[in-house]
């Protein structure tokens, strides 16, 4: 059973571009969870999608946002990139009894 | 506010156990979870607890949960150089998101 995949690992952008990041969970699972690590932050929660719908949502700017598709692929975007979004994007997915989340290898995006 | 506390650093000689500590605020937390990061991965789920219980045993691994002072431990058995990493407790209230720790790097020296 293949795990939760994303895309790409890794990725370079500079101040004031947009990203988009995507996730591909593991079969049957419906929910999509998307955290960032920093090292001054640590493991930060950022929304969580189920159903095409987000279901919550962390204490971050609107600049960043997300989706999730019919076939439960997510892709969050970051708009007007700053340096402090330079971080390790971990995507989870659960499937709907919620009670493990299984995490992506991450994205490594840094802001230059 | 939910907050979730581990020490930063443990070392322990191969062969040794390595008990990882943490403490969390919320008490309405209904599972618990330890997570593992290596160097450049994602975050590998080990084991996870729910708040009735008080003991889960999974090969090397042992979780404790004391909920009355809301403590959780994960004991590794047997450690090896294989086990050093960063060790993440996390905790979640029903369908809400996970709430995690800052982290422990454990060291695992020959």
């Known amino acids: 059973k293949a795990g939760v995949t994303q895309t790409p690992r890794y990725l370079i952008k500079t101040r004031g571009q947009q990203v988009t990041l995507s996730c591909s969970p593991i079969?049957?699972?419906?929910?999509v969870s998307w955290y960032q690590q920093t090292p001054g932050q640590g493991l930060q929660f950022l929304f969580e999608?189920?159903?095409?719908?987000?279901?919550n949502k962390g204490n971050f700017p609107g600049r960043f946002s997300g989706r999730q598709f019919s076939n439960s692929r997510s892709e969050m975007n970051v708009s007007t990139l700053e340096l402090g979004d330079s971080a390790l994007y971990l995507c989870?997915?659960?499937?709907?009894?919620?009670?493990?989340?299984?995490f992506g290898q991450g994205t490594r995006l840094t802001v230059v | 506010g939910e907050d979730v506390e581990q020490s930063l650093f443990l070392s322990v000689r191969e062969g040794d156990s390595s008990v990882i500590n943490c403490t969390y605020t919320?008490?309405?937390?209904?599972?618990l979870y330890w997570y593992k990061q290596e160097p450049g991965a994602g975050l590998q789920l080990l084991t996870y607890?729910?708040?009735?219980?008080d003991m889960k045993q999974d090969q090397r691994l042992t979780v404790l949960l004391n909920k009355k002072d809301k403590h959780l431990s994960l004991r590794i058995a047997d450690t090896q150089t294989g086990d050093s990493a960063i060790y993440f407790c996390?905790?979640?209230?029903?369908?809400?998101?996970?709430?995690f720790g800052s982290g422990t790097q454990l060291t695992v020296l020959p």
């Open positions: 079969s049957g699972h419906r929910s």
């Open positions: 989870a997915s659960s499937h709907p009894t919620n009670t493990e989340a299984f």
């Open positions: 919320d008490s309405s937390s209904t599972y």
């Open positions: 607890i729910f708040s009735n219980m």
């Open positions: 996390a905790e979640r209230w029903a369908a809400r998101q996970l709430t």
């Open positions: 999608y189920f159903s095409e719908t987000q279901r």
